[in-house]
């Protein structure tokens, strides 16, 4: 085909754009940010090579390893919680290696997919969906196994609103095969609800700026015990991006980045961790435990049924079933259209089973007192009957 034979390409039609209402968004991520942390993204750029960005860095990376609670390094990518779960995978092993991943929902079932896709040799133990993670029954199949590399699990299950007992699971690793790393996925966790790295012998642990940190989605945040950086100089997946090697020289040399950072969301970042040092992690821990317990107590007193209703439901996000004969994507979209809450729906097997409720990062009293007032007033409105 000659130059001449392509076919010009048009401006498109599309909708204008439209003011969006301010909306009481209650999703698990992206998450409410504090009107001071917006106007803190709204300040010009900086040389990301410069003086200024490197002071950034240093207070970002350094308050970080306190909210990990960790000696190792905390690196920053522009990337969201998919790139932390990549990214662990990428650097840590090489193609066949063993290892095994506990998943309770989509989440753990994604951090399977990539390894899948990396060639690696997965090992699923799988419970369902709105259960936890069994210690008895990872005990008994970690002990049939054949020797694994690792073993890779969700702290927060996101699709379910299930909190696993990462501390105690990663004792059992270490105590059956102490060589096996253990790899959490703290993306809806981290910064919410209690997660000691190098207190539990985790290996590798990352997050996403856009849960409970409130700043918006584009930073992942990994860190790496020493055990794990020992064996990422010789896993051999290839990698460049997420090459931890790279990030790792750059932040020691000059608390830098390789590459171009986002550098709007690290001023964010910035100030997000000076107010939550400000409230104090004990007191971000209990004000996340009591939004848990408020939005659970709300919903049962409503009649709804939670899906997960045990020990290690979630105090970040809720699940709740639709009651029989509720038109669910009308309640959700009335909701949303008009009284500007926003709701998650299911994920996988749950769509259209259950909606979620985000509770996590930076949210206030009345912004859940709104969401389960209007709730109740909605639900008979869309067929809900007690
Ligand atoms: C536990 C967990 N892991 C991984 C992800 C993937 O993160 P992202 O959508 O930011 O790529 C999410 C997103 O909700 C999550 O909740």
């Known amino acids: 085909m000659t130059i001449q034979q392509h076919k010009i390409i048009p401006i498109p039609e599309v909708e204008p754009r439209a003011i969006i209402p301010n909306q009481n968004l209650r999703v698990p991520g992206p998450t409410a940010i504090p009107p001071e942390i917006m106007q803190a993204q709204a300040h010009q ?61 989509n989440f753990g079932d994604r951090l399977a997919k990539i390894a899948d896709i990396y060639g690696l040799n997965v090992t699923r133990i799988s419970f369902a969906w709105g259960e936890a993670a069994d210690l008895t029954a990872i005990e008994a199949r970690l002990k049939e196994l054949p020797p694994y590399k690792a ?103 000059s608390w830098q980045h390789p590459t171009t950072p986002p550098v709007s969301i690290f001023y964010a970042l910035d100030l997000a961790l000076e107010m939550m040092l400000a409230e104090g992690r004990d007191a971000i821990f209990a004000r996340h435990l009591r939004a848990g317990e408020y939005i659970r107590t709300r919903a049962k007193a409503m009649g709804l049924q939670l899906l997960a209703d045990h020990q290690y439901v979630s105090n ?18 009335a909701l949303r259209k008009e009284d500007n809450i926003v709701l998650a729906s299911g994920q996988g097997q749950l769509q259209g089973k259950i909606f979620r409720i985000g509770h996590l990062g930076f949210f206030t009293q009345a912004d859940l007192e709104q969401v389960m007032d209007t709730l109740e007033k909605r639900l008979p409105e869309f067929g809900y009957r007690r």
């Not at 390094?73 to 990549?86: C, F, I």
């Not at 970040?316 to 979209?333: A, C, M, Q, R």
Request: proline share 5%; with cysteine; aromatic share 8%.
């Open 45 to 105: 750029m900086i040389n990301h090579r410069g003086p200024e960005f490197s002071a950034i860095m240093k207070r970002v990376t350094l308050r970080l390893q306190y909210f990990f609670q960790t000696e190792a390094p905390v690196l920053t990518y522009p990337a969201s919680g998919t790139g932390g779960q990549e990214s662990a995978i990428a650097n840590l092993f090489s193609a066949g290696d063993h290892v095994v991943v506990i998943t309770i929902g």
């Open 316 to 333: 970040t996000v809720s699940s709740i079933y639709f009651p029989e004969g509720v038109d669910g994507k009308g309640l959700l979209s």
């Open 151 to 253: 073993v890779l699990m969700t702290h927060n299950e996101t699709s379910t609103g299930v909190t696993n007992d990462v501390q105690t699971l990663s004792a059992l690793v270490h105590r059956l095969s102490p060589d096996a790393l253990v790899v959490v996925d703290a993306v809806s966790s981290m910064g919410c609800v209690p997660l000691e790295m190098d207190a539990w012998g985790l290996d590798v642990v990352f997050t996403g700026s856009q849960k409970g940190w409130m700043v918006p989605p584009g930073i992942m945040m990994i860190a790496a015990s020493p055990r794990a950086w020992e064996a990422q100089k010789v896993a051999k997946l290839p990698r460049f991006y997420f090459d931890w090697t790279l990030a790792r020289k750059q932040l020691e040399a």
